[in-house]
């Protein structure tokens, strides 16, 4: 390599580590959110709980896949999940062929099919990720595990709690609205989703639905803290204005590796961190929290309340916040 593209390269890398410094620095002094925030007391086994995992799929090393599925068992037992949801990506790099393949216990089953979760269902969205494999044998995986549910590419499910309380989720694919991944060979299955039909189909949805909470997941955040995935324009375009129109309370989403809570226009944008390995994060105008960690989100739901919960590998409950309902 030429002496001067050294050179700049290395300024480049400068800039952007300057960059961090400053994000960080400001983000430490001037988002209260971050630097004072007074975390809630875990919810008890007695309230109505779940977990939201994220991009736990992984290739030739678990990294730190084995503490976050050792801290959700060790959490199961203080909190008693109802049921488990998966942002997406939960097979990486085409590892995934077929319902019967030995992906799935060397991925999924010898971590969250054991203990204190075993017996819980999981509710999963599609990643980017899980395209490069076979998305059908992820919709099929339910015939043989009752446990798995992913009924079609998108889908909605409901739960009440004890006391009552309605909750409407609403699973979408998002990766077919990413118009870079359309020209990619290995993403060749989401070309051929139509987005149109989606997008009407959630707004049939949430225009019938009348339940007290409502609850988006997708894997690719709307909404993202700092300078360098960035946010999903499409999905801003597109999906934002459904959510708006019908005051959905939240939207769950994984991708970029890294716990966040962004808050727009009334909307709380939770991004659940990867349960393997984390990227770098820096804090934007809208965040509330944002962190570079590896872990999971306990939520706890009632009539007044839903709560939040980011707990890390190691056990540590790093931000909670409760959204109120009168």
Same mark, same amino acid.
């Given at each position: 390599?030429?002496?001067?593209?050294?050179?700049?390269?290395?300024?480049?890398?400068?800039?952007?580590?300057?960059?961090?410094?400053?994000?960080?620095?400001?983000?430490?002094?001037?988002?209260?959110?971050?630097?004072?925030?007074?975390?809630?007391?875990?919810?008890?086994?007695?309230?109505?709980?779940?977990?939201?995992?994220?991009?736990?799929?992984?290739?030739?090393?678990?990294?730190?896949?084995?503490?976050?599925?050792?801290?959700?068992?060790?959490?199961?037992?203080?909190?008693?999940?109802?049921?488990?949801?998966?942002?997406?990506?939960?097979?990486?790099?085409?590892?995934?062929?077929?319902?019967?393949?030995? @992906?799935?216990?060397?991925?999924?089953?010898?971590?969250?099919?054991?203990?204190?979760?075993?017996?819980?269902?999981?509710?999963?969205?599609?990643?980017?990720?899980?395209?490069?494999?076979?998305?059908?044998?992820?919709?099929?995986?339910?015939?043989?595990?009752?446990?798995?549910?992913?009924?079609?590419?998108?889908?909605?499910?409901?739960?009440? +709690?004890?006391?009552?309380?309605?909750?409407?989720?609403?699973?979408?694919?998002?990766?077919?609205?990413?118009?870079?991944?359309?020209?990619?060979?290995?993403?060749?299955?989401?070309?051929?989703?139509? +987005?149109?039909?989606?997008?009407?189909?959630?707004?049939?949805?949430? @225009?019938?639905?009348?339940?007290?909470?409502?609850?988006?997941?997708?894997?690719?955040?709307?909404?993202?803290?700092?300078?360098?995935?960035?946010? +999903?324009?499409?999905?801003?375009?597109?999906?934002?204005?459904?959510?708006?129109?019908?005051?959905?309370?939240?939207?769950?989403?994984?991708?970029?590796?890294?716990?966040?809570?962004?808050?727009?226009?009334?909307?709380?944008?939770?991004?659940?961190?990867?349960?393997?390995?984390?990227?770098?994060?820096?804090?934007?105008?809208?965040?509330?929290?944002?962190?570079?960690?590896?872990?999971?989100?306990?939520?706890?739901?009632?009539?007044?309340?839903?709560?939040?919960?980011?707990?890390?590998?190691?056990?540590?409950?790093?931000?909670?916040?409760?959204?109120?309902?009168?």
């Amino acid at each position: 390599m030429h002496m001067l593209q050294r050179k700049k390269i290395k300024k480049f890398h400068i800039f952007i580590a300057v960059l961090c410094l400053v994000a960080g620095t400001l983000g430490y002094l001037f988002f209260p959110g971050w630097k004072f925030h007074q975390p809630l007391p875990l919810p008890s086994e007695k309230q109505y709980n779940f977990f939201v995992i994220t991009d736990f799929g992984t290739v030739a090393h678990h990294y730190n896949k084995p503490k976050v599925a050792k801290q959700m068992q060790l959490f199961a037992a203080k909190t008693n999940p109802q049921f488990i949801i998966s942002s997406g990506d939960n097979f990486h790099t085409d590892v995934l062929k077929a319902v019967q393949d030995t @992906a799935w216990q060397w991925d999924y089953g010898q971590f969250f099919r054991v203990g204190n979760i075993k017996d819980l269902d999981w509710y999963a969205a599609l990643g980017n990720h899980d395209y490069t494999g076979n998305p059908e044998a992820e919709i099929a995986y339910g015939t043989v595990d009752k446990h798995w549910h992913m009924p079609a590419r998108y889908y909605t499910f409901t739960k009440q +709690t004890p006391d009552g309380t309605s909750l409407r989720f609403i699973v979408l694919d998002t990766s077919p609205f990413v118009k870079s991944y359309r020209k990619r060979v290995t993403h060749k299955d989401v070309a051929i989703q139509n +987005t149109d039909r989606q997008l009407a189909w959630l707004d049939s949805v949430l @225009a019938t639905s009348k339940e007290r909470w409502k609850v988006v997941i997708g894997h690719h955040p709307i909404y993202h803290s700092g300078f360098f995935s960035g946010n +999903t324009p499409e999905l801003i375009d597109q999906v934002k204005p459904i959510l708006k129109k019908y005051n959905v309370d939240f939207y769950f989403s994984g991708h970029v590796h890294t716990f966040q809570h962004n808050q727009i226009g009334g909307i709380d944008y939770v991004t659940t961190a990867s349960a393997w390995k984390t990227r770098m994060v820096t804090p934007w105008f809208y965040t509330r929290f944002w962190k570079s960690e590896t872990g999971f989100t306990i939520c706890s739901v009632d009539h007044a309340h839903f709560s939040i919960y980011f707990i890390n590998e190691k056990g540590e409950l790093l931000y909670s916040y409760a959204r109120k309902k009168s």
